[in-house]
């Protein structure tokens, strides 16, 4: 009888788990939800401009997509403020998708080597991003959490001002992005063109606190596979109560 019972609470288990695997449950990384970064050095701006040629296709006669990314830390060291100005889109494959990538571009301009989004908390790119939940999204995940570019609303140039409350300009955490790149796609997630960010301002005396608060600590360009991670933790939960059926 004790055996019985131990056995439907297992199963239970096992039904609850796949069930929490494919409902509409928010989602969240591994490490839990993105924290809002208090202590980002006011005044420092780090910019990615896009170059001359298109990474997807060099020959273009157009060029590539013209712009930049520019991004300054509030004065309070609370979010950081983003300034997306492109222009010179491909005449089709939208809406177009950007991202800060986890590693930055390699000397020979290939945005394959950026590897995947900024993910420090293990999200993973799928389900794709609920901008009303943001603090779920990856880090990095810039035209998910604010919107994609839509050229056939927006035209052949694309501005957008926001604060993001997640990525930091502080060296040292997860969350920064000041030795990362910015990848543009296509609307399929071909990338386009890439551009790392440097550092091009930063206020003079400034001295920032190093109690951060959440976001793993790392500044090193590092990939996340979030998906992966988060389907092998499922799939070794189940195979531990599978393990302890049999036991049984």
């Known amino acids: 009888m004790h055996s019985a019972t131990i056995l439907s609470v297992l199963a239970a288990a096992i039904l609850g788990l796949v069930s929490a695997q494919s409902t509409g449950v928010p989602v969240t990384g591994i490490l839990g939800n993105a924290s809002v970064v208090e202590d980002n050095p006011p005044g420092v701006i780090y910019t990615a401009t896009l170059p001359a040629k298109s990474f997807f296709d060099p020959q273009d006669p157009r060029g590539n997509i013209k712009g930049s990314v ?8 609370i979010g950081v403020a983003f300034s997306v100005d492109f222009s010179n889109f491909p005449t089709s494959g939208g809406p177009f998708l950007y991202h800060i990538h986890a590693f930055p ?8 080597n950026t590897l995947g989004h900024l993910d420090p908390y293990e999200r993973g790119e799928t389900p794709a991003c609920d901008s009303k939940l943001p603090q779920t999204c990856q880090v990095g995940d810039l035209s ?10 927006a035209g052949d140039s694309y501005n ?3 604060v993001d ?6 060296p040292g955490i997860g969350a920064f992005f000041g030795n990362r790149s910015i990848t543009v796609h296509f609307a399929n997630t071909t990338r386009i063109t890439c551009a790392n960010f440097t550092l091009t301002g930063s206020s003079v005396g400034s001295s920032p606190s190093t109690n951060t608060t959440g976001s793993p600590t790392s500044s090193t360009p590092a990939q996340f596979t979030g998906d992966g991670n988060r389907n092998a933790a ?3 939960a189940l195979m531990t109560i599978t393990g302890l059926i049999f036991f049984l």
């Open 234 to 236: 499922s799939m070794l």
């Open 105 to 112: 571009v390699t000397a020979d301009g290939n945005c394959n």
């Open 160 to 162: 957008a001002n926001y």
């Open 144 to 153: 998910g959490k604010h919107g994609a570019i839509n050229t056939s609303v």
């Open 70 to 77: 520019s991004a300054v830390a509030n004065s309070n060291g």
């Open 165 to 170: 409350n997640y990525p930091s300009t502080l």
